[in-house]
């Protein structure tokens, strides 16, 4: 299990359960990288100006929301900080409903949550009050400088946390060309749905979740195990990122530092006296420049690339 992405308590009424939050799926695709066929070097990604085709650098780069009439309403990091919700360590349920009631197009990725700080049986009372009321907890919780909604859900002897979608974020199917609910509105014949109702009575079974395999990722893995039995592989050169180079100069000045103190040592108060009232100037003409500070923090801020750019950007090909 990996380590836990949150800790919190879950809140209903006056009663909290202390938890953590841990992420219950996982990722299983096959990771394509790009390469360059003619050197097998790695190929990466530019941000490209789409009218110019030039690369641009982060530091040139502003974020925009496009408006309906063409217009552009352009935000910098602080502006779109400061609309964050503030971080909460709740899981604030406000309502209890049938599970049957949320659409399956409303989930979107479970957690499982376990309890801490001997939270054992308050985190049982709850899961036990939602089992006997055959019930549900709807919440929020805020999670990466982000709002979600989400169902909180016994399974079995753990309590998951589902993030639901908002209804902002599930598309209306009334534009569809949809048949008709019900057997005579859609012109259903009786035998026709007697056979149909047989042929579904002998594909139904219980559901076994490791008896449906993604046959895609195993045929391509032991394509995969097949090439490199047959040494059929490919050596490609790792490509060094830009070292800071104030880095090895720290050590290399944090090193001669070192043996000057070690070849140094007073002994007599007077150079102890000396060494301080010389430290006392530099010290203050280090605090000097420290006023604009805030500024260049600033700018390092509105430098960072977006949290949301990396995910929107294609990590990866795919086939």
């Known amino acids: 299990m990996p380590r836990s992405i949150w800790k919190g308590a879950i809140a209903f009424g006056l009663v909290h359960v202390p938890v953590a939050l841990y992420p219950a799926s996982q990722e299983?695709?096959?990771?394509?990288?790009?390469?360059?066929?003619?050197?097998?070097?790695?190929?990466?990604?530019?941000r490209i100006n789409k009218r110019t085709g030039k690369a641009v650098t982060k530091e040139n780069i502003v974020k925009g929301v496009k408006q309906e009439d063409g217009t552009w309403v352009l935000m910098d990091d602080d502006e779109i900080r400061n609309a964050y919700p503030k971080t909460m360590q709740t899981i604030e349920i406000e309502a209890f409903v049938k599970a049957s009631e949320i659409p399956f197009v409303y989930l979107e990725k479970p957690y499982y949550l376990e309890p801490i700080?001997?939270?054992?049986?308050?985190?049982?009372?709850?899961?036990?009050?939602?089992?006997?009321?055959?019930?549900?907890?709807?919440?929020?919780?805020?999670?990466?400088?982000?709002?979600h909604l989400a169902a909180l859900m016994p399974d079995g002897p753990v309590l998951v946390l589902n993030t639901l979608r908002w209804a902002t974020e599930v598309r209306n199917w009334d534009e569809l060309r949809i048949p008709p609910a019900g057997k005579a509105a859609a012109n259903l014949k009786d035998a026709e749905l007697k056979m149909a109702g047989q042929l579904v009575n002998e594909l139904t079974v219980k559901w076994k979740a490791d008896t449906y395999h993604d046959h895609f990722a195993e045929a391509i893995n032991n394509l995969i195990k097949a090439k490199v039995a047959a040494g059929n592989t490919h050596e490609v050169t790792p490509i060094e990122s830009p070292v800071?180079?104030?880095?090895?100069?720290?050590?290399?000045?944090?090193?001669?530092?070192?043996?000057?103190?070690?070849?140094?040592?007073?002994?007599?108060?007077?150079?102890?006296v000396e060494a301080a009232a010389a430290a006392t100037p530099r010290k203050a003409a280090a605090k000097a420049p420290a006023k604009p500070a805030p500024a260049r923090k600033a700018a390092a801020k509105k430098t960072a690339p977006p949290a949301r750019a990396k995910a929107a950007a294609p990590a990866r090909k795919r086939a």
């Open 244 to 272: 800071d180079s104030a880095a090895p100069s720290n050590v290399v000045d944090l090193t001669a530092l070192l043996k000057n103190s070690l070849g140094k040592r007073r002994g007599a108060a007077e150079e102890v």
């Open 117 to 147: 700080a001997k939270a054992d049986k308050v985190y049982a009372l709850l899961r036990e009050a939602m089992i006997a009321d055959d019930v549900i907890g709807i919440a929020r919780v805020v999670m990466h400088t982000k709002e």
């Open 28 to 46: 299983d695709d096959i990771d394509f990288g790009w390469l360059d066929k003619r050197s097998m070097d790695p190929v990466g990604y530019q």
